[in-house]
């Protein structure tokens, strides 16, 4: 529960008790979630890497494309709006493409690569209306401390 939250004078014992019990749960997938977008980001790091060692574009929007289908469809089975998961992942995505432009640039002495997130399609209809404020679009940076998608 929350530290400053003012609770109604008839709120029970018993619903206080169940609030905080939803609210602990709530925190566990929240922290899981942190969890798991760092280990993908690590594996995007290396997609990252290997990419920029063998001057590969940082974006690859047809596997976007797919993968931004295949969760969408994954979202309608687990009944999470696919709408709200193609902006999830159209987010993730941006952070690796930035991470994958960062690294290619630090490996090729500061030159960008061709096909950056500005200069490319949208992964999907919805992607650039999505893209994060502050980005330039899809991109995955040096920084394991920031998610990536799966490019």
Known sequence: MAVNEELPADAGQDAINELQGIRQSI????????????????????????????????????????????????????RLDPAFAEKFLNFIIAEVIHHHEKIAGDSSGGARTAGTA??????????????????????????????????
Do not use: M, W
């Open 27 to 78: 925190d566990n997938i929240d922290a899981a979630l942190i969890h798991l977008l760092a280990e993908r980001f690590k594996f995007t790091q290396s997609v990252g890497r290997l990419k920029a060692q063998h001057g590969l574009p940082p974006a690859d929007p047809a596997r976007e494309f797919l993968q931004i289908q295949r969760l969408r469809g994954l979202a309608e089975e687990a």
């Open 118 to 151: 500005a200069s490319r399609p949208a992964a999907s209809p919805t992607a650039a209306a999505s893209t994060p404020a502050g980005t330039d679009g899809p991109s995955d940076s040096a920084d394991p401390a920031h998610p990536a998608a799966s490019a």
